[in-house]
Each structure stands twice: as C-alpha cells, then as structure tokens.
C-alpha cells in the first residue's frame, strides 16, 4: 500500500510542478511576469496562468494514476478467470 501512495504523490507532484511551469511559460510568452513589482495586470494574470496550469496539470496526473488503476485491475481480473 504504501508504494502506491508513493506513487501518488509522485505523480501528483510531477503533474502540479509540470502544470505550473507550463502556465509560467506560457506567461512569458504572452509577456506577463508573474515576478512583476506590484499586483498589476501583468502580475496577476502570470499568478492566474500558473495556478490554471498546476490545476491542469494535478487533474492531468490524476487521470493517469486512475487509468493505470483500471488497467491493473483488469489485468487482475483476467488472471483470475485463468
């Protein structure tokens, strides 16, 4: 059980990380600074594309550990049937 939540919290944590540099980047390109001095628009909509993107990108690793779920026990029902 334990490797499992390892696991979990793995991907969990590769997918909000990797969600986030995307937004991050993603705001670079667009020209906002999410490092901006103040809260101005540039600032916030950085702030607001880095939290979109670790979302994403958490929902993203979430959907992965639930299709490897439903692969495992699948390959678990079929070698009960054997």
């Known amino acids: ?27 670079k390109l667009v020209g906002w600074d999410i490092f901006a001095s103040g809260y101005g628009t540039d600032s916030i909509g950085g702030i607001v594309l880095v939290g979109i993107g670790g979302g994403l990108g958490l929902q993203l690793a979430r959907r992965w550990q639930a299709a490897q779920l439903a692969k495992a026990k699948l390959l678990n029902e079929e070698s009960d049937e054997a």
Do not use: H, K, P
């Not at 059980?1 to 705001?27: K, P, T, Y």
């Open 1 to 27: 059980m334990s490797r499992n939540l390892l696991v979990e919290g793995l991907s969990d944590a590769i997918g909000f990380v990797g969600g986030a540099l995307l937004g991050f980047w993603a705001g």
